[in-house]
């Protein structure tokens, strides 16, 4: 199982109760790990899907993959890197958002990712959701998860993993959890805090690039951007 672009939830875990290693590159010490780990097992990463191991694909490894909307993700992204100790930090939000447009920050360009798989939306090992999804309706989100990967929950199970795994309750305990990266890791959760920072002529260009690369897609409609992502 294999769980994409992690600027989710980490209910993934919660819900299928199994061991979880985070893969950013895939080096021998890695892939010695994932192989002594047991089975079932998930994998979270912010991997392009082309950089994928193609072998998870050829063997039809269930990939689920979270998208958040393009100008919350360059917010939160914005405070994670300056929240974040390992990472340079940034003046200002302005120079950020340059960087974040032309796809010069860590892990590249969100348009290139969405593009990517939008290519797979339809195949039946994918499953796409979003932030904003779950943020609306959790219990109906994880029924579809849990439906994906062959999970049959009851209802007190699904209202368990619901309460554990909203964005406060995963806050509260994060210096448990997440030790001294938490503060970079669970800011807000919110949808529409973009607004706090984005300027009008930054608004309008991002405007513009979604209608460029996403608007008609399949990935573009499921994001909802006039919904969330307008004045």
């Not at 939830?9 to 950013?24: A, D, G, I, K, P």
């Not at 930054?202 to 996403?214: G, N, R, T």
Request: charged content about 25%; some cysteine.
């Amino acid at each position: 199982m294999w769980h994409s672009y992690a600027t989710c939830h980490s209910f993934v875990w919660m819900l299928l109760c199994v061991h979880l290693l985070y893969v950013s590159i895939l080096v021998s010490e890695e892939t010695q790990k994932m192989k002594d780990r047991p089975s079932p097992r998930v994998f979270a990463s912010h991997l392009y899907y082309d950089d994928i191991p193609k072998s998870l694909f050829e063997k039809k490894v269930k990939t689920l993959v979270i998208f958040r909307n393009p100008k919350d993700t360059a917010v939160s992204y914005f405070h994670f890197y300056n929240n974040n100790p390992v990472l340079p930090t940034y003046s200002s939000w302005d120079l950020f958002f340059e960087d974040y447009m032309n796809g010069k920050v860590l892990w590249g360009s969100y348009f290139d990712h969405a593009l990517a798989w939008n290519k797979h939306i339809d195949e039946e090992n994918v499953l796409i959701i979003t932030f904003e999804e779950m943020k609306e309706d959790l219990p109906v989100q994880l029924k579809k998860i849990s439906k994906f990967f062959g999970i049959s929950l009851t209802e007190d199970q699904i209202l368990l993993i619901e309460n554990r795994t909203t964005f406060k309750s995963m806050k509260d305990k994060s210096k448990e959890t997440h030790g001294i990266i938490a503060d970079a890791l669970f800011r807000k959760g919110d949808v529409g805090d973009w607004s706090s920072l984005f300027t009008e002529a930054q608004s309008q260009e991002m405007d513009a690039k979604f209608e460029l690369c996403l608007a008609g897609t399949k990935l573009g409609e499921k994001l909802n951007y006039n919904k969330y992502c307008k004045f």
